[in-house]
Nanobody, 127 residues
Framework: QVPVVESGGGLVQAGGSLTLSCTTS????????MGWFRRAPGKEREGVSC???????AYIHSVQGRFTISRDNAKNIVYLQMNNLKPEDTATYFC?????????????????????WGQGTQVTVSS
């Protein structure tokens, strides 16, 4: 099992910002796509954003223009910069490593494309 560890969650007021980080080891990080997902209370898990091995990105519509995903292959880290946070962004956020290097809106909705998952980090946005 490849460890995946998220950090950076917390409590923030609406309109504020947070940056989530995700580190992993035990795989050739630069060869794999990475994704961020979230599950809000009482809701289904949803894909938020992904980044391919080449840096291509995809986002769900509700976070476009507010969230930015990036990766640092030298450090085996993927980030999710979240700006202008809204109460509806409140959720547990999960990071996952894909089985291959791709990322697209379609792939973002295919949870089975992601093999290694973290335990999640809580993001709470107060109104």
């Amino acid at each position: 099992q490849v460890p995946v560890v998220e950090s950076g969650g917390g409590l923030v007021q609406a309109g504020g910002s947070l940056t989530l980080s995700c580190t992993t080891s035990g795989l050739t990080f630069e060869q794999y796509g990475m994704g961020w997902f979230r599950r809000a209370p009482g809701k289904e898990r949803e894909g938020v954003s992904c980044i391919s091995r080449y840096g291509g990105t995809a986002y769900i519509h509700s976070v476009q223009g507010r969230f930015t995903i990036s990766r640092d292959n030298a450090k085996n880290i993927v980030y999710l910069q979240m700006n202008n946070l809204k109460p509806e962004d409140t959720a547990t956020y999960f990071c996952a490593a894909a089985v291959s290097g791709g990322c697209s809106s379609d792939i973002l909705g295919r949870f089975g494309y992601y093999r290694h998952w973290g335990q999640g980090t809580q993001v709470t946005v107060s109104s």
